[in-house]
T-cell receptor, first 115, second 110 residues
Framework: DAGVIQSPRHEVTEMGQEVTLRCKPISGHNSLFWYRQTMMRGLELLIYFNNNVPIDDSGMPEDRFSAKMPNASFSTLKIQPSEPRDSAVYFC?????????????FGPGTRLLVL | SQQGEEDPQALSIQEGENATMNCSYKTSINNLQWYRQNSGRGLVHLILIRSNEREKHSGRLRVTLDTSKKSSSLLITASRAADTASYFCATEAGSYQLTFGKGTKLSVIP
């Protein structure tokens, strides 16, 4: 299995631009998580999908952030408009069904820099 | 909000030595997990310990959990240069959600 795939791996953009991050979870996994990692705040959960349905988006910072999961093999995280404080590493993770003792498998991350 | 807090923030040891990292948390948990993150990579699951367990082993890893003190420790024995990474504890408190600490950065010097 290829593991969780994220693209792009690096993104540099200017403030105000739209940014779209992409994730392909592990085949057969029904749960998908988007995280953001910064030095100051560590790793934060942004949103959780189960069976393509957003279950908890309480971690999404504000309306500039949106996430979709149109099918079981693809999810996007969009920031519009982007701001310098959005600079971080964004991780996508998947698990079999989101159960309490399940391992979450992380992608390599997208390193976003907003100038 | 941060649940787990790792200690120390950074640790540097010689190859062959043991490395111990600690994690403290604030609320009751169902389980606690340890993850490793190599530089520029995603997190990799290492081990899970349930709240009713006190100690667990996996290869060179030994994890302890003290629910009365709300703390856990990760011991890596006979460290190798390849163990150089950041190590995170994550707590699970009754739902799908894992709450991660900020990590301990371990450097193993050959």
């Amino acid at each position: 299995d290829a593991g969780v795939i994220q693209s792009p791996r690096h993104e540099v953009t200017e403030m105000g631009q739209e940014v779209t991050l992409r994730c392909k979870p592990i085949s057969g996994h029904n749960s998908l998580f988007w995280y953001r990692q910064t030095m100051m705040r560590g790793l934060e959960l942004l949103i959780y999908f189960n069976n393509n349905v957003p279950i908890d988006d309480s971690g999404m910072p504000e309306d500039r952030f949106s996430a979709k999961m149109p099918n079981a093999s693809f999810s996007t995280l969009k920031i519009q408009p982007s701001e310098p404080r959005d600079s971080a590493v964004y991780f996508c993770a998947s698990s079999l069904s989101g159960g309490a003792e399940e391992t979450q498998y992380f992608g390599p991350g997208t390193r976003l820099l907003v100038l | 909000s941060q649940q787990g807090e790792e200690d120390p923030q950074a640790l540097s040891i010689q190859e062959g030595e043991n490395a111990t990292m600690n994690c403290s948390y604030k609320t009751s948990i169902n389980n606690l997990q340890w993850y490793r993150q190599n530089s520029g990579r995603g997190l990799v699951h290492l081990i899970l310990i349930r709240s009713n367990e006190r100690e667990k082993h996996s290869g060179r890893l030994r994890v302890t959990l003290d629910t009365s003190k709300k703390s856990s420790s990760l011991l890596i024995t006979a460290s190798r240069a390849a163990d150089t990474a950041s190590y995170f504890c994550a707590t699970e408190a009754g739902s799908y959600q894992l709450t991660f600490g900020k990590g301990t950065k371990l450097s193993v010097i050959p």
